[in-house]
């Protein structure tokens, strides 16, 4: 007898129907998977083998076995497919009697027959109830993720016995229904109002949010830098359900989804570690996986002590930042993941930090400065839309017990702001301001005679490139809409130029 068991396997962000085949014949006793499996899937033979015989049930030891996975031509990775091949030696041996037609099976088995969860398994569910299969079963770990997807039952199954009582309707499981009460990460709460001073730097800040742009803070050490790119999730905008569903995505393949939250409804804040490779920021491995910088997608990418990291990681952020998406080629095939991302960074003006303090001396040399400022390249500047200089603190504002204006009241401007964008923008791919494309940028960027003469100058005294004059333009256009203004007036260019003048002082521009 022929045995069929729908499955599912997942490529990049993408997930496709498998369908396994398994043959059980006389002749020389062996078990054989064909269908380009990799060693993960290889190994399924022996953890399904010895589930069987741990579930008393009979494995087939003297017979031939054959299992096909289909389509043959797609490779196939990952211990994703020991539970449909459990269930096709059921099957095929006369030991279960069930139709498989409607439903889909995934899952790693251990030795005892209990399911272990697995990753990218909220992919495969959309791409399940997108096929017209009407019942997924997936490890229970995972059935609070898939849960999310409408019109298709999620069964969370414990183990292989809990399943065949349930096919066999002696003993039902529920489906899963969508909790999103533990969706909410306990953390402290971090709050713009907690932060004495720096009130040009929270400007720039709610700037940022407003029109999802990328921004360079530096300054000495202890000026707040870090405190400040901390509580920027606090002001940006909620997620969309379409953005949750993309994060969520992301982080269920990169199997770094919390089993108790079925979606990621915060914006994410990734904070790699100056050590990190270029493979990890952008992603890759022999088994490509998404980086950093797509973990980050629809939140903030925060990189600390921007001079400590090396030039080849720094350099692999260009085209990211510019497409929003980051590609990986390998002999395997080609994966694209989303990266659209606020890039925010911080770094001190020299290896002593002190270069250009008020109080204390820079014991850095004139070189020394040079080569450390140096390491970010000028390409890489020319994409972060605002420079922001984060000066001391003096002892008023520190020891002052005013409350600063809070991430709430921030927020309600920058949700304001964003729906400005969003009704600009409606029907369109474009999400916020520092994503207008070249053809928008005039007609949405519509400047006063008098602003347009102050860029006019600008773009002549300072010798911008055009990438800094479209991102001026864009920054201005955000400025406009957080005072709710159709036309970019002299002020908001103003401000804007202001955020770009950074690069002539330290990089000696």
Not at 103 to 115: A, D, I, P
Not at 369 to 378: F, P, Q, T
Not at 384 to 400: A, G, K, Q, R, T
């Given at each position: 007898m022929i045995s069929k068991i729908n499955s599912l396997g997942i490529f990049?962000?993408?997930?496709?129907?498998?369908?396994?085949?398994a043959f059980i014949s006389r002749g020389l006793p062996g078990f054989d998977i064909v269908g380009l499996p990799d060693a993960a899937v290889k190994e399924s033979r022996d953890r399904v083998r010895c589930a069987v015989k741990n579930c008393e049930f009979i494995f087939p030891s003297d017979k031939r076995i054959t299992v096909n996975l289909a389509p043959a031509d797609v490779r196939k990775e990952g211990p994703v497919y020991d539970l449909p091949l459990f269930l096709s030696i059921l099957y095929a041996s006369g030991q279960i009697d069930y139709n498989f037609d409607d439903s889909v099976f995934v899952g790693e088995l251990s030795l005892s027959g209990e399911l272990r969860p697995i990753k990218g398994a909220l992919c495969m569910c959309i791409k399940?109830?997108?096929?017209?299969?009407?019942?997924i079963f997936v490890p229970v770990d995972n059935a609070k993720e898939c849960s999310v997807v409408e019109g298709i039952n999620v069964y969370g199954v414990k183990d292989v016995k809990s399943l065949i009582s349930h096919l066999d309707?002696?003993?039902?499981?529920?489906?899963?229904?969508?909790?999103?009460?533990?969706?909410?990460i306990a953390e402290p709460e971090l709050d713009f109002s907690q932060v004495k001073g720096q009130s040009e730097a929270k400007r720039a800040l709610e700037i940022a949010a407003a029109g999802a742009h990328?921004?360079?803070l530096i300054g000495s050490p202890g000026t707040g830098k870090s405190m400040l790119a901390k509580r920027l999730p606090s002001i940006l905008p909620d997620m969309t359900f379409d953005e949750m569903i993309q994060s969520t995505k992301i982080h269920s393949i990169a199997g770094e989804l919390p089993k108790d939250i079925p979606l990621i409804r915060k914006r994410p804040f990734r904070a790699p570690h100056h050590t990190v490779s270029?493979?990890?920021?952008?992603?890759?491995g022999s088994i490509p996986k998404p980086g950093e910088l797509s973990l980050a997608h629809n939140g903030v990418l925060f990189l600390d002590e921007l001079p400590e990291f090396s030039r080849s990681a720094l350099e692999i952020l260009r085209q990211p930042l510019e497409d929003g998406?980051?590609?990986i080629a390998r002999v395997s095939g080609t994966l694209t993941y989303p990266c659209n991302v606020m890039l925010v960074v911080a770094m001190n003006p020299c290896p002593c930090g002190y270069y250009g303090h008020p109080t204390k001396d820079c014991t850095c040399?004139?070189?020394?400065?040079?080569?450390?400022?140096?390491?970010?390249?000028?390409?890489?500047?020319?994409?972060?839309?605002?420079h922001i200089e984060v000066p001391p603190v003096n002892f008023d504002e520190l020891s002052s017990s005013a409350q600063g204006e809070s991430s709430e009241t921030i927020k309600k401007r920058v949700n304001a702001a964003r729906e400005i964008q969003n009704n600009r923008f409606k029907n369109t791919a474009i999400i916020s301001n520092s994503r207008i494309s070249s053809a928008l940028l005039q007609k949405v960027c519509t400047m006063s005679p008098e602003a347009q003469r102050l860029l006019k100058i600008a773009f002549d005294k300072m010798g911008l490139s055009a990438r800094a004059?479209?991102?001026i333009l864009k920054v201005a256009r955000t400025i406009a809409d957080l005072d709710n203004s159709h036309n970019i007036n002299s002020a908001h260019i103003s401000e804007a130029i202001q955020y770009r003048s950074l690069d002539r002082k330290y990089w000696g521009q």
């Amino acid at each position: 007898m022929i045995s069929k068991i729908n499955s599912l396997g997942i490529f990049g962000l993408n997930s496709f129907i498998v369908e396994i085949e398994a043959f059980i014949s006389r002749g020389l006793p062996g078990f054989d998977i064909v269908g380009l499996p990799d060693a993960a899937v290889k190994e399924s033979r022996d953890r399904v083998r010895c589930a069987v015989k741990n579930c008393e049930f009979i494995f087939p030891s003297d017979k031939r076995i054959t299992v096909n996975l289909a389509p043959a031509d797609v490779r196939k990775e990952g211990p994703v497919y020991d539970l449909p091949l459990f269930l096709s030696i059921l099957y095929a041996s006369g030991q279960i009697d069930y139709n498989f037609d409607d439903s889909v099976f995934v899952g790693e088995l251990s030795l005892s027959g209990e399911l272990r969860p697995i990753k990218g398994a909220l992919c495969m569910c959309i791409k399940a109830q997108q096929s017209g299969f009407k019942n997924i079963f997936v490890p229970v770990d995972n059935a609070k993720e898939c849960s999310v997807v409408e019109g298709i039952n999620v069964y969370g199954v414990k183990d292989v016995k809990s399943l065949i009582s349930h096919l066999d309707k002696s003993s039902q499981i529920t489906p899963s229904k969508p909790d999103f009460t533990s969706a909410k990460i306990a953390e402290p709460e971090l709050d713009f109002s907690q932060v004495k001073g720096q009130s040009e730097a929270k400007r720039a800040l709610e700037i940022a949010a407003a029109g999802a742009h990328n921004i360079l803070l530096i300054g000495s050490p202890g000026t707040g830098k870090s405190m400040l790119a901390k509580r920027l999730p606090s002001i940006l905008p909620d997620m969309t359900f379409d953005e949750m569903i993309q994060s969520t995505k992301i982080h269920s393949i990169a199997g770094e989804l919390p089993k108790d939250i079925p979606l990621i409804r915060k914006r994410p804040f990734r904070a790699p570690h100056h050590t990190v490779s270029t493979a990890g920021l952008s992603g890759g491995g022999s088994i490509p996986k998404p980086g950093e910088l797509s973990l980050a997608h629809n939140g903030v990418l925060f990189l600390d002590e921007l001079p400590e990291f090396s030039r080849s990681a720094l350099e692999i952020l260009r085209q990211p930042l510019e497409d929003g998406t980051v590609t990986i080629a390998r002999v395997s095939g080609t994966l694209t993941y989303p990266c659209n991302v606020m890039l925010v960074v911080a770094m001190n003006p020299c290896p002593c930090g002190y270069y250009g303090h008020p109080t204390k001396d820079c014991t850095c040399s004139k070189n020394a400065v040079k080569k450390y400022i140096s390491k970010i390249s000028g390409p890489l500047l020319d994409r972060l839309d605002l420079h922001i200089e984060v000066p001391p603190v003096n002892f008023d504002e520190l020891s002052s017990s005013a409350q600063g204006e809070s991430s709430e009241t921030i927020k309600k401007r920058v949700n304001a702001a964003r729906e400005i964008q969003n009704n600009r923008f409606k029907n369109t791919a474009i999400i916020s301001n520092s994503r207008i494309s070249s053809a928008l940028l005039q007609k949405v960027c519509t400047m006063s005679p008098e602003a347009q003469r102050l860029l006019k100058i600008a773009f002549d005294k300072m010798g911008l490139s055009a990438r800094a004059y479209d991102r001026i333009l864009k920054v201005a256009r955000t400025i406009a809409d957080l005072d709710n203004s159709h036309n970019i007036n002299s002020a908001h260019i103003s401000e804007a130029i202001q955020y770009r003048s950074l690069d002539r002082k330290y990089w000696g521009q």
